[in-house]
Nanobody
Framework: QVQLVESGGGLVEAGGSLRLSCAASGRTFSVRRMGWFRQAPGKGREFVAAIRWSDSSTDYADSVKGRFTVSGDSVKNTIALQMTSLKPEDTAVYYC????????????WGQGTQVTVSS
């Protein structure tokens, strides 16, 4: 019984920056990790970045490493994705996700927010 809501998507020019936010509500004590995924037209959903609450460790896809930064606030039950040096290929619907098992799959998903990068 966890709900996720993303915000911050929009239209930005190549090379610009954008910050996405995700707020979790409900039984947030059960959340073990939170992350970001994205899905571009004609492509499958791909992993972007994640943070683990137990030790605040983070992980990034190679395609965004060095450009995106994921952060979290366990008190507010929120995470953010700071995106810089955006490229047209970053255009996608970005989804916030949460996992309630230590090593299980992500099982809670937000509704998604559109990010469009123009060239």
């Amino acid at each position: 019984q966890v709900q996720l809501v993303e915000s911050g998507g929009g239209l930005v020019e190549a090379g610009g920056s954008l910050r996405l936010s995700c707020a979790a509500s409900g039984r947030t004590f059960s959340v073990r990790r939170m992350g970001w995924f994205r899905q571009a037209p004609g492509k499958g959903r791909e992993f972007v970045a994640a943070i683990r609450w137990s030790d605040s460790s983070t992980d990034y896809a190679d395609s965004v490493k060095g450009r995106f930064t994921v952060s979290g606030d366990s008190v507010k039950n929120t995470i953010a994705l700071q995106m810089t040096s955006l490229k047209p290929e970053d255009t996608a619907v970005y989804y916030c996700a949460a996992g309630t098992r230590i090593a299980g799959p992500y099982n809670v998903w937000g509704q998604g927010t559109q990010v469009t990068v123009s060239s």
